[in-house]
């Protein structure tokens, strides 16, 4: 659990980095994605699309979902199938846990 706990945290900092308290969501305009401050062009649409789909704000939004689901499992042991779902999107981090 620790270790998906380190994973949220690393990426609701991130987020806050790029504007996530605040700065609205994202946006896109076929090649061009809004990032509040700034307009990027250049992306295919279909890359924007998926850039403004993962906005800060939303990434903190899904961080803070998560987190609830860990405290529903705290006294769960890690074999848990729910944890190992949230753990799976990091399974080619270093630290992931090792199959039991």
Avoid: N
């Amino acid at each position: 659990m620790k270790f998906i706990e380190a994973r949220l945290d690393e990426e609701a900092e991130l987020a806050r980095r790029c504007g996530g308290d605040g700065c609205g969501e994202w946006s896109t305009q076929g090649h061009t994605v809004d990032f509040c401050q700034v307009d990027i062009s250049g992306f295919h649409p279909a890359i924007a699309l998926h850039v403004a789909l993962h906005d800060p704000a939303r990434v903190l939004r899904e961080v803070k979902a998560k987190r609830r689901i860990l405290a529903r499992h705290a006294r769960d042991p890690w074999p848990c199938h729910d944890l190992r779902d949230l753990a799976s999107p990091y399974t080619d981090h270093p630290d992931f846990p090792a199959r039991t």
